[in-house]
Protein backbone atom coordinates (compact mmCIF):
# COMPACT_ATOMS: atom_id res chain seq x y z
CA UNK A 1 0.00 0.00 0.00
CA UNK A 2 1.17 3.44 -0.93
CA UNK A 3 2.00 5.76 1.70
CA UNK A 4 -0.15 9.46 1.63
CA UNK A 5 2.02 12.28 1.02
CA UNK A 6 0.58 13.98 4.81
CA UNK A 7 -0.17 11.37 7.49
CA UNK A 8 -1.09 13.91 9.72
CA UNK A 9 -4.19 14.91 7.78
CA UNK A 10 -5.47 11.41 7.18
CA UNK A 11 -9.49 11.51 8.22
CA UNK A 12 -9.34 8.19 9.78
CA UNK A 13 -6.39 7.94 11.51
CA UNK A 14 -7.63 8.06 15.33
CA UNK A 15 -11.23 7.06 14.45
CA UNK A 16 -10.70 3.97 17.28
CA UNK A 17 -9.68 6.58 19.55
CA UNK A 18 -12.33 9.14 19.05
CA UNK A 19 -14.98 6.42 19.23
CA UNK A 20 -13.54 4.73 22.49
CA UNK A 21 -13.67 8.57 23.94
CA UNK A 22 -17.53 8.85 22.95
CA UNK A 23 -18.54 5.50 23.86
CA UNK A 24 -17.12 6.01 27.13
CA UNK A 25 -18.99 10.08 27.65
CA UNK A 26 -22.65 8.10 26.58
CA UNK A 27 -21.76 5.39 29.63
CA UNK A 28 -21.16 8.12 32.07
CA UNK A 29 -24.07 10.08 30.79
CA UNK A 30 -26.33 6.86 30.67
CA UNK A 31 -25.60 6.12 34.10
CA UNK A 32 -26.22 9.63 35.46
CA UNK A 33 -29.71 9.73 34.37
CA UNK A 34 -30.54 6.28 35.57
CA UNK A 35 -29.32 7.22 39.31
CA UNK A 36 -30.86 10.64 39.02
CA UNK A 37 -33.28 11.36 42.05
CA UNK A 38 -36.12 13.70 42.78
CA UNK A 39 -37.51 15.03 45.77
CA UNK A 40 -40.68 16.59 46.40
CA UNK A 41 -40.75 20.08 47.78
CA UNK A 42 -42.96 21.14 50.95
CA UNK A 43 -44.13 24.47 49.73
CA UNK A 44 -45.92 22.87 46.10
CA UNK A 45 -47.52 20.25 48.31
CA UNK A 46 -48.88 22.53 50.58
CA UNK A 47 -50.42 24.50 47.67
CA UNK A 48 -51.65 21.16 46.22
CA UNK A 49 -53.85 20.76 49.65
CA UNK A 50 -55.05 24.33 49.55
CA UNK A 51 -55.86 23.99 46.07
CA UNK A 52 -58.12 20.82 47.01
CA UNK A 53 -60.23 22.16 49.79
CA UNK A 54 -61.80 24.68 47.61
CA UNK A 55 -64.50 22.42 46.14
CA UNK A 56 -66.81 23.61 43.58
CA UNK A 57 -70.25 23.46 44.10
CA UNK A 58 -72.18 20.79 41.84
CA UNK A 59 -75.60 22.25 40.46
CA UNK A 60 -77.95 19.50 39.89
CA UNK A 61 -79.13 19.71 36.47
CA UNK A 62 -83.11 19.95 36.62
CA UNK A 63 -85.05 18.90 33.72
CA UNK A 64 -88.39 21.56 34.28
CA UNK A 65 -91.56 19.74 33.50
CA UNK A 66 -93.83 22.06 31.71
CA UNK A 67 -97.04 22.14 32.26
CA UNK A 68 -100.13 21.74 29.38
CA UNK A 69 -102.49 24.68 29.58
CA UNK A 70 -105.90 24.00 31.24
CA UNK A 71 -108.40 23.38 28.62
CA UNK A 72 -110.72 26.41 27.81
CA UNK A 73 -114.17 26.78 29.51
CA UNK A 74 -117.16 25.64 27.36
CA UNK A 75 -119.10 28.08 25.89
CA UNK A 76 -122.29 29.39 27.71
CA UNK A 77 -125.75 28.27 26.75
CA UNK A 78 -127.73 30.64 24.92
CA UNK A 79 -130.14 32.95 26.80
CA UNK A 80 -133.64 31.80 26.10
CA UNK A 81 -135.91 34.69 25.81
CA UNK A 82 -139.52 33.73 26.78
CA UNK A 83 -142.55 36.15 25.99
CA UNK A 84 -145.43 36.01 28.16
CA UNK A 85 -148.50 37.71 27.11
CA UNK A 86 -150.15 40.48 29.14
CA UNK A 87 -153.41 38.38 31.19
CA UNK A 88 -154.51 41.06 34.16
CA UNK A 89 -154.17 44.82 34.23
CA UNK A 90 -151.12 45.97 36.68
CA UNK A 91 -152.81 47.87 39.54
CA UNK A 92 -150.77 51.15 40.11
CA UNK A 93 -150.03 52.00 43.55
CA UNK A 94 -150.41 55.60 44.24
CA UNK A 95 -147.59 57.40 46.80
CA UNK A 96 -149.22 59.56 49.11
CA UNK A 97 -147.59 63.07 50.12
CA UNK A 98 -146.52 63.03 53.94
CA UNK A 99 -145.76 66.60 54.31
CA UNK A 100 -148.05 68.49 56.49
CA UNK A 101 -149.12 72.24 56.58
CA UNK A 102 -150.02 74.62 58.70
CA UNK A 103 -154.16 73.92 58.82
CA UNK A 104 -153.45 70.00 60.21
CA UNK A 105 -153.08 69.69 64.37
CA UNK A 106 -150.11 67.80 65.89
CA UNK A 107 -152.29 64.80 67.63
CA UNK A 108 -149.67 64.43 70.06
CA UNK A 109 -147.85 67.15 71.97
CA UNK A 110 -144.64 66.91 74.32
CA UNK A 111 -144.05 69.44 77.10
CA UNK A 112 -141.10 70.24 78.46
CA UNK A 113 -142.02 69.11 82.49
CA UNK A 114 -142.38 65.19 80.93
CA UNK A 115 -138.79 64.78 79.75
CA UNK A 116 -136.71 63.42 81.98
CA UNK A 117 -132.80 64.79 83.09
CA UNK A 118 -130.59 62.73 84.59
CA UNK A 119 -127.93 64.50 86.44
CA UNK A 120 -124.02 63.41 86.27
CA UNK A 121 -121.89 63.50 89.72
CA UNK A 122 -119.03 65.27 87.88
CA UNK A 123 -116.53 65.88 90.44
CA UNK A 124 -114.07 68.69 89.06
CA UNK A 125 -110.77 69.53 90.42
CA UNK A 126 -109.75 73.02 92.41
CA UNK A 127 -105.87 72.95 93.11
CA UNK A 128 -105.25 72.93 96.90
CA UNK A 129 -103.88 76.98 96.87
CA UNK A 130 -107.47 78.35 95.11
CA UNK A 131 -109.90 76.13 96.90
CA UNK A 132 -112.59 78.18 99.16
CA UNK A 133 -112.86 75.67 101.62
CA UNK A 134 -109.42 73.30 101.84
CA UNK A 135 -110.36 69.47 102.84
CA UNK A 136 -109.19 69.29 106.52
CA UNK A 137 -106.54 66.97 107.64
CA UNK A 138 -108.76 64.63 111.12
CA UNK A 139 -107.37 66.74 114.35
CA UNK A 140 -107.21 69.71 112.37
CA UNK A 141 -109.73 73.05 114.09
CA UNK A 142 -109.86 76.50 112.73
CA UNK A 143 -112.11 78.71 111.67
CA UNK A 144 -110.39 80.81 108.58
CA UNK A 145 -109.28 78.93 105.16
CA UNK A 146 -105.85 79.94 106.00
CA UNK A 147 -105.67 78.44 109.80
CA UNK A 148 -107.03 74.91 108.24
CA UNK A 149 -104.47 75.26 105.67
CA UNK A 150 -101.97 75.32 107.80
CA UNK A 151 -102.78 72.97 109.83
CA UNK A 152 -103.07 70.87 107.16
CA UNK A 153 -99.26 71.21 105.66
CA UNK A 154 -98.06 70.68 109.55
CA UNK A 155 -100.10 67.05 109.99
CA UNK A 156 -98.67 66.44 106.28
CA UNK A 157 -95.29 66.69 108.16
CA UNK A 158 -95.97 64.88 110.70
CA UNK A 159 -97.39 61.61 109.60
CA UNK A 160 -93.72 62.32 106.43
CA UNK A 161 -92.10 62.02 109.58
CA UNK A 162 -93.61 59.14 111.06
CA UNK A 163 -94.11 56.68 108.32
CA UNK A 164 -90.60 57.56 106.59
CA UNK A 165 -88.39 54.69 105.94
CA UNK A 166 -85.45 54.48 103.99
CA UNK A 167 -84.96 51.85 101.41
CA UNK A 168 -81.87 49.52 103.14
CA UNK A 169 -80.91 48.35 99.23
CA UNK A 170 -80.79 52.08 98.24
CA UNK A 171 -79.23 53.35 101.39
CA UNK A 172 -76.63 50.64 101.05
CA UNK A 173 -76.13 51.25 97.10
CA UNK A 174 -75.81 55.44 98.13
CA UNK A 175 -78.95 56.21 96.13
CA UNK A 176 -80.54 59.40 97.32
CA UNK A 177 -82.32 62.67 95.68
CA UNK A 178 -85.69 64.07 96.27
CA UNK A 179 -88.90 62.36 95.05
CA UNK A 180 -92.05 64.58 93.98
CA UNK A 181 -95.11 62.72 95.01
CA UNK A 182 -98.77 64.04 93.50
CA UNK A 183 -101.92 62.79 94.17
CA UNK A 184 -105.48 63.65 94.67
CA UNK A 185 -108.04 64.08 97.56
CA UNK A 186 -111.51 63.15 96.70
CA UNK A 187 -114.79 64.38 96.70
CA UNK A 188 -115.54 61.71 99.40
CA UNK A 189 -112.10 62.32 101.44
CA UNK A 190 -110.05 59.50 100.42
CA UNK A 191 -106.51 59.53 98.66
CA UNK A 192 -106.10 58.31 95.28
CA UNK A 193 -104.10 58.56 91.85
CA UNK A 194 -100.59 58.55 93.82
CA UNK A 195 -97.96 59.16 91.45
CA UNK A 196 -93.98 59.50 91.86
CA UNK A 197 -90.88 60.81 90.06
CA UNK A 198 -87.42 60.49 91.49
CA UNK A 199 -84.55 59.75 90.50
CA UNK A 200 -84.90 55.81 91.50
CA UNK A 201 -87.71 53.46 91.48
CA UNK A 202 -87.33 52.23 95.00
CA UNK A 203 -87.72 55.86 96.55
CA UNK A 204 -90.85 56.45 94.46
CA UNK A 205 -92.16 53.09 95.95
CA UNK A 206 -91.14 54.35 99.13
CA UNK A 207 -92.58 57.49 98.87
CA UNK A 208 -95.95 56.36 97.33
CA UNK A 209 -96.29 53.93 100.23
CA UNK A 210 -96.46 56.46 102.68
CA UNK A 211 -98.75 59.22 101.03
CA UNK A 212 -101.50 55.12 100.76
CA UNK A 213 -101.70 55.47 104.86
CA UNK A 214 -102.91 59.06 104.69
CA UNK A 215 -106.45 58.94 106.58
CA UNK A 216 -109.49 59.92 105.72
CA UNK A 217 -110.30 63.46 105.63
CA UNK A 218 -113.17 65.94 105.11
CA UNK A 219 -113.11 66.62 101.38
CA UNK A 220 -112.41 70.31 100.01
CA UNK A 221 -115.67 71.99 98.85
CA UNK A 222 -115.96 75.12 96.20
CA UNK A 223 -119.18 76.88 96.23
CA UNK A 224 -120.75 74.30 98.87
CA UNK A 225 -119.96 71.16 96.60
CA UNK A 226 -117.25 68.60 97.52
CA UNK A 227 -114.90 68.64 94.95
CA UNK A 228 -111.00 66.81 94.26
CA UNK A 229 -108.22 68.82 95.41
CA UNK A 230 -105.02 67.64 93.98
CA UNK A 231 -102.04 68.24 95.95
CA UNK A 232 -98.50 67.60 95.55
CA UNK A 233 -95.45 67.46 97.98
CA UNK A 234 -91.65 66.47 97.68
CA UNK A 235 -89.61 63.71 99.95
CA UNK A 236 -86.15 64.23 100.22
CA UNK A 237 -84.66 61.15 100.86
CA UNK A 238 -80.20 61.90 102.20
CA UNK A 239 -78.37 60.02 103.42
CA UNK A 240 -75.83 60.75 106.50
CA UNK A 241 -72.55 60.46 106.97
Known sequence: MKAKKYPQYVV?????LYF???LSVMLSVS???????????????VEVLTFDEELDEIIPITEQIKTPPPPPPPPAAPEIITVIEDVADIEET??????????EEIEERVSVEDVEVE????YIEVPFAV???????????GSTNSALKKCFQEKMNEHLMKNFEYPNVAMELG????????FVIDANGVVSNIRARGPDKMLEKEASRI????PKMIPGKQRGRPVNVPYSVPINFKILH
Open 175 to 182: IHGRVIVI
Open 131 to 141: IEKVPIFPGCK
Open 20 to 22: AIG
Open 12 to 16: GRNSS
Open 94 to 103: VIESSETNQE
Open 119 to 122: EIDE
Open 31 to 45: YGLLNFKSYDNSNDL
Open 211 to 214: ISLL
